[in-house]
């Protein structure tokens, strides 16, 4: 199991978004996080790379690849952050360096000491996302999707058990967002676990997942609810 939760409180601040959470995500599942904004979405997902604590006593278990998040010791989260990829809304490339180099620096800050391993790596992930032409590109010289494409090479470069992805597609057109959660699909068939939040539930029926549903404070699964509309559509 990637991610057990059991019966956990999510806190945005002082105040509970989301109560008794039941999340579960395996290996090579595709798993939406749908709801309106201020529903507790990205606040779930915090918690998962520990941006958000939980606290003990606000969970029967939560855990995050085998690891308790309540109690783990915040010396070890690069440890963990290290077998996840992250994936913002707005990309959160460094502006001031080559496509290559924001690569070559999330690599060297995870551990990664040999040029020969760096380069050949680089160079993998950006031809998994159709990018290896951009390589040596400023940000500002890509489009939004190109820089998302970015971002997912970005997210796969420590072979990642699971992304978390938080609106990827939320600033993009409607043809750049089916690229980049087809792109997503791709990636999950390969074993690893992607755990996506958005708003556009026209993606549900075009790439189904497992989806939750944020809403009043609760988190449900409504997979069977959205199957049955795909089934009659």
């Not at 090579?28 to 958000?52: A, D, Q, W």
């Not at 992304?163 to 967002?177: F, K, M, Q, R, Y």
Request: some cysteine; glycine content about 6%; proline content about 3%.
């Amino acid at each position: 199991m990637i991610v057990d939760y059991r019966k956990v409180n999510v806190y945005q601040e002082d105040k509970c978004v989301l109560s008794d959470v039941m999340f579960h995500v395996d290996e090579g599942e595709f798993v939406y996080l749908i709801g309106k904004v201020g529903s507790g979405k990205s606040s779930l997902l915090k918690t998962m790379y520990c941006e958000l604590d939980i606290d003990r006593d606000d969970a029967e278990k939560a855990e995050v690849l085998g690891v308790s998040i309540p109690d783990i010791k915040r010396s070890k989260v690069p440890a963990i952050r290290r077998q996840m990829g992250v994936i913002f809304q707005d990309f959160q490339l460094l502006h001031d360096r080559s496509i290559a180099k924001n690569l070559l620096f999330v690599l060297k800050a995870t551990g990664w000491k040999h040029k020969s391993e760096i380069d050949k790596r680089i160079d993998e992930v950006l031809e998994q996302v159709g990018m290896t032409e951009k390589k040596d590109k400023m940000p500002h010289e890509l489009s939004g999707g190109e820089q998302q494409r970015i971002a997912i090479a970005r997210a796969l470069l420590n072979y990642p058990k699971i992304i978390i992805a938080d609106e990827p597609t939320g600033n993009l057109d409607p043809d750049t967002a089916n690229y980049i959660v087809c792109l997503l699909r791709e990636i999950c068939q390969t074993g690893t676990a992607v755990v996506m939040s958005t708003h556009n539930v026209n993606l549900l029926s075009r790439y189904p997942g497992i989806v939750y549903r944020c809403q009043d404070g609760k988190l449900d699964d409504v997979t069977a609810e959205y199957q049955k509309i795909i089934e009659e559509e």
